[in-house]
């Protein structure tokens, strides 16, 4: 039970990250437009690179480790000094080398760079990693809900036109930068004070940089193919491609969120030597995650096209058939999250998890290079599902043996059926009544009951699970 809470907090918590934006995107797209949000998403986009080398994997590192030794207050505390140590000085070093690259090589957004290092800067205080490795995410969710209802407050109040770009930029900045910073005072009671002599931050690099290869070629697909698509195409392209993968990574948030609650969880089991409890949690949660995935891949493709120029404004209509040719990375990222994130990272197999992102990498880049000449931001998508796909397919044949990939598979032939013909109904529906809210609930339930009766019909597994969960929560409450 304490997984699935862990889970339901870290959904609230992904989504959360991604909720400001998202909130905010009909309001901001009709009064910025599609060339400033591209502004906003080149410049972003380059301040990420820059963070992503400070960060180095450490998010990452730290999770793991603090699970390693969770039950040790003195080690824990050992590490965390010395992990965040070594943050804040990796962090610094790429605030200052993002300073100097803007003022030596930026020209036409210089004002714009400078105000995104308000995301590298709070960096460079996140310690949501020590909470979940202790797998305790409900004090991370709580007080960044408060930070970000906030900063959504004001975007309303002070974002009024076209001059108002470097206000958003600042407010979603300074929104990070104090919600990481509002964790410090809980770590009060979960650290102690230790010798600094006994820190040793630079032995945390060597490890923390091995997980940083697979980081930065991870945020390939967040970052290269806007990149790509400011250079390759126009600003309106990278604008359609921007709001359409705002949407399509907030319902990614809710099906990956399993990944970070997973990860300590496996690792403490891997550091006790249950090998068998790693497998059967792997199992269970693939086919928990596939039963997620396909009902919101399919969902999203169904109601993308008239929910495009509702949600977004008329401007961004052509971002509705983005979202139907980006919308199969739910399914393959939510795979891949459990046989990388949940199994190869926990488990210490950090080579594999390397090759597998980076391959995903490289095919990226190179479908970019063919596809965005092509079809511009539709390109984009598509090789992000291509890119995607390749990081699966890699992942499953690095584990083929040591785990079965015919249990993995076997049940999602009744997934994939019901979600398409969820997918029928809904797409039918969705097209023949005007798209408002009380009708997007209605077709957001239409295609649950039929799924749901699918499922059961079908007698597919997470149909077990859930009465198995439902049985026990019941005989807890007796």
């Known amino acids: 039970m304490k997984v699935i809470k862990n889970y339901l907090y870290n959904v609230i918590y992904q989504v959360l990250l991604l909720l400001v934006p998202l909130i905010t995107v009909p309001y901001i797209s009709r009064v910025l437009g599609p060339d400033l949000v591209g502004i906003n998403s080149y410049t972003n986009s380059w301040m990420t690179f820059f963070m992503l080398f400070g960060q180095m994997g450490i998010a990452l590192y730290g999770n793991r480790e603090v699970a390693y030794h969770r039950e040790n207050k003195e080690d824990r505390s050992r590490i965390f000094w010395g992990i965040e140590v070594l943050q804040a000085i990796t962090i610094s070093a790429a605030l200052i080398a993002y300073l100097v690259a803007v003022f030596l090589f930026s020209s036409t957004f210089k004002r714009y760079f400078l105000l995104q290092s308000l995301w590298i800067i709070g960096a460079g205080i996140d310690v949501s990693w ?64 230790v010798p600094i002599r006994s820190w040793h931050p630079f032995k945390h690099f060597y490890p923390a940089f091995l997980l940083f290869v697979p980081t930065i070629t991870t945020q390939i697909y967040l970052v290269v193919n806007r990149l790509m698509l400011g250079k390759m195409s126009t600003q309106n392209q990278l604008g359609q491609f921007e709001n359409t993968d705002k949407i399509v990574k907030v319902v ?39 039963a997620l995935a396909v009902p919101m891949m399919f969902g ?19 971002a ?48 970019n290079l063919f596809l965005i000449a092509a079809w511009g931001a539709k390109g ?10 390749v990081v699966t397919s890699v992942q499953l044949y690095f584990i083929r043996t040591t785990i079965s990939r015919r249990k993995l598979f076997g049940p999602t032939w009744k997934y994939i059926l019901c979600g398409f013909i969820m997918f029928i109904v809904v797409y039918r529906l969705a097209l023949t009544i005007h798209m408002s809210i009380p ?40």
């Open 300 to 318: 999203l493709m169904a109601i993308a096209k008239p929910l495009a120029p509702w949600f977004l404004g008329q401007a961004f209509a052509p």
């Open 252 to 290: 990614l948030a809710v099906v990956t969120a399993s990944g970070q609650v997973m990860l300590p969880h496996i690792a403490n089991k891997f550091s006790n030597g249950d090998v068998k409890g790693i497998r059967q949690s792997l199992y269970n949660s693939f086919d928990f995650i596939t």
């Open 130 to 193: 020590y909470f979940m490795g202790m797998e305790d995410f409900q004090k991370t969710v709580l007080r960044n809900m408060i930070v970000k209802l906030i900063s959504v407050a004001l975007i309303f109040t002070l974002v009024k036109g076209h001059n108002d770009l470097g206000k958003y930029i600042v407010l979603l900045g300074a929104s990070s930068l104090i919600g990481n910073l509002s964790l410090w005072p809980y770590l009060r009671k979960e650290v102690s004070w």
């Open 320 to 367: 509705g058939e983005l979202m139907m040719i980006e919308a199969p990375v739910i399914l393959f990222i939510a795979w891949s999250n459990v046989t990388g994130t949940q199994y190869l990272m926990p488990v210490n197999r950090t080579n594999e998890y390397t090759i597998s992102v980076t391959s995903g990498a490289v095919v990226n880049i190179v479908c």
């Open 439 to 478: 009708n997007l609930c209605v077709e957001v339930f239409a295609g649950f009951i039929i799924y749901t009766l699918g499922l059961i019909i079908l007698k597919a597994p997470i149909i077990q699970q859930a009465k198995s969960l439902l049985t026990s929560g019941f005989n807890k409450i007796k």
């Open 380 to 389: 984009a998508a598509l090789a992000t599902d291509i890119s995607e796909l």
